[in-house]
Structure formats: C-alpha cells, structure tokens
C-alpha cells in the first residue's frame, strides 16, 4: 500500500446551495479529513471554485475523484499533486508584543514579508501570504513569541500556463 501523500484537487462546480456539503461528505463517508478547504465564487457567474487539499494514497484520491465527477452540480474535478502550479494562502496572527520585544518581532516579520494591520498595546496583528510552508515557518517563528490567535486561508492554486485548474 502506498504511504500517504497530500493532494491538491480543485473543482468548479455550480454555485447552488448543499454542494459544499455534499463534497465534503464525500470526504467523510469515506474517512479521510479535509487538510484544507478554500471556496469562493469565480469569474464565471452561477459558478464557484473549490480547492481542497486531503491526504491519503493516489489509490484513494482517484476513487474520490471520479465520486466528485459523478455528483450533481459539479462541472470539472482536477488533481494537481503533480502540476506546477502557483499556491498561496493567507494567515493572520496575533502576536504577544511588549514594548520591548515589539522592534525584534517587526522586524522578523518582515523577513516573512508579513505586514502589521493591527497594533494593540499588548499585540501585533500580522498579514501573510504566500505558500503553506512559508505559513508554517511563520507560524513557528511567532510562536516563540505568544500567538494568541491564528487564522489561515486554506491554500489556494492555479496551474501554471495553459493547463486548466
């Protein structure tokens, strides 16, 4: 059996309510978590864009993927484990930042590119984006300091060129 691997799918279905629900529960019924989920309306009005991102064996992902296909309202179903493709995600996290260790933490942040859009007297606020391992390592770095609280995006991806996402 083939040792598990994340994958990256990306689905453009009808913007209908219960889709989402009936693709997740695809998911579960099967017993594999969603690592990721990221849903938005798309450019093509009546359509969303999903990209979701769960582990398990190649195996498992296509039996998934040709579940997905077979579902109402969803239009194109495409796996992108192996793409190049362009991935993004954002988190916010704010951080413990006194006085004193205010300057360090800046200034570490901006190594991350990460911007501050919140300064409290006891916290900082920071914006990030980019792929999920710079997030990991950000998030690793901020934790030494105190993240009180920490939001991500759940990634998102386009193929690269002329390939469909």
């Given amino acids: 059996m083939n040792h598990s691997q994340l994958h990256t799918i990306s689905c453009r279905v ?34 969303s864009r999903m990209t979701i991102a769960v582990a398990g064996a190649q ?14 309202d969803v239009i194109e179903v495409h796996d992108h484990t192996a793409d190049s493709v362009v991935e993004r995600e954002l988190a916010m996290a704010k951080v413990s930042a006194d006085a004193d260790k205010r300057p360090e933490i800046l200034q570490l942040a901006q190594v991350f590119r990460a911007r501050a859009v919140d300064v409290a007297d006891e916290t900082l606020i920071f914006e990030v ?32 060129g002329n390939q469909p996402t």
Avoid: W
Wanted: some cysteine.
């Fill in 59 to 72: 195996e498992m992902l296509a039996q998934i993927i040709q579940q997905l296909i077979k579902l109402i």
């Fill in 14 to 47: 009808r913007n209908r309510p219960g889709v989402l629900a009936r693709i997740s529960g695809l998911f579960a019924r099967r017993g594999y978590n969603i690592d990721s989920l990221a849903v938005s309306r798309s450019h093509v009005p009546g359509e």
């Fill in 129 to 160: 984006t980019g792929a999920s391992a710079k997030i990991d390592a950000f998030e690793k770095m901020m934790d030494s300091y105190g993240i009180c609280e920490m939001v991500r995006t759940g990634k998102v991806i386009m193929a690269r």
